[in-house]
């Protein structure tokens, strides 16, 4: 943040210190670092949560999953790790690889090419490592 006349920059200096004010641990915090807190949700809390807990009749946790999926995608697969989260807690509610893909894949004719591919980079991650570990164990 070089350029103090920038307002954008200003902002999210002013944010940053107010950050450090409230709490001195959040200076080194990562999206990453809460992606390793909190990796998966498990089945049974993904359905209370967002599934036939809203709604006896509702949409499962699985289904509801791959709409975020698709609206992540569709806002041009922005973070890294809402998507990787989002992807893993997919599997863990049920949904195949291929469910996935074709979620992702789906979006090209609405979100674009380049925020399908970027989507489809983000799951690969996750799902490329999840056959890594499949493979070793």
Same mark, same amino acid.
Request: charged fraction near 25%; glycine fraction near 8%.
């Given at each position: +943040? ?9 902002? +999210? =200096? ?7 004010? %409230? ?5 080194? /915090?990562?999206?990453?670092? /809460?992606?390793? @807190?909190?990796?998966? %949700? ?11 807990? @809203?709604?006896k009749d509702g949409l499962d946790a699985k289904t509801r999953l791959l709409i975020t999926l698709a609206g992540l995608t569709m806002l ?13 807690? =997919? @599997?863990? =509610? ?15 004719? /609405?979100?674009?090419?380049?925020? +399908? ?9 996750? @799902? ?10």
């Amino acid at each position: +943040m070089s350029n103090p006349t920038n307002p954008f920059e200003a902002m +999210m =200096a002013q944010a940053q210190e107010m950050v450090k004010a %409230m709490n001195p641990a959040m200076e080194s /915090f990562s999206p990453k670092g /809460f992606e390793s @807190l909190w990796p998966t %949700m498990p089945k049974e809390f993904m359905e209370m949560a967002f599934g036939k807990g @809203l709604n006896k009749d509702g949409l499962d946790a699985k289904t509801r999953l791959l709409i975020t999926l698709a609206g992540l995608t569709m806002l041009g697969a922005q973070s890294a790790t809402q998507m990787r989260m989002t992807v893993r807690h =997919a @599997l863990e =509610a049920g949904a195949t690889k291929d469910e996935i893909a074709e979620t992702i894949g789906m979006m090209s004719m /609405f979100a674009g090419i380049p925020s +399908m591919t970027r989507a489809m980079e983000y799951a690969r991650e996750v @799902l490329d490592g999840d056959n890594k570990e499949d493979e070793t164990s």
